[in-house]
């Protein structure tokens, strides 16, 4: 059951709001009081901070950087029931495919965010 890649709406006029955890919200505030220091009449709001950091940051994430999130925010029996649900349709259709082909196989059997290089490394990471 492979879902289709959902992209949000980038034309949208207003922007996309984001929701900030407590934790992000906090460090946000910290870094807006040392930005304003002892300047008086100077206002910062967060979402120019964050806009800040995205800016100033490469447009592509690095190799270390994707792992780090997918260790923390890739829900594990989440994989393990689309894998689950993969191997059933492809035996209702007859096919042969085994768990380990499907989890380090094909890009295109992948759930979404996925790919064989970060599922052999939290694979790996799991030993």
Not at 28 to 48: A, F, L, N, S, Y
């Amino acid at each position: 059951m492979n879902t289709p890649n959902t992209k949000p709406n980038l034309k949208n006029p207003r922007g996309i709001k984001i929701t900030l955890t407590n934790e992000s919200l906090d460090k946000t505030q910290k870094w807006i009081t040392q930005i304003i220091g002892d300047q008086r009449g100077v206002k910062i709001r967060p979402q120019e901070i964050v806009n800040w950091i995205i800016q100033k940051h490469s447009d592509t994430l690095s190799e270390s950087e994707i792992n780090q999130y997918c260790d923390k925010n890739i829900d594990q029996i989440e994989v393990a029931q689309w894998a689950l649900n993969e191997l059933k349709t492809a035996l209702r259709r007859g096919e042969k495919l085994s768990l380990r082909d499907l989890i380090l196989g094909a890009e295109d059997v992948l759930p979404p965010g996925r790919n064989a290089k970060s599922t052999e490394n939290v694979l790996a990471s799991e030993k």
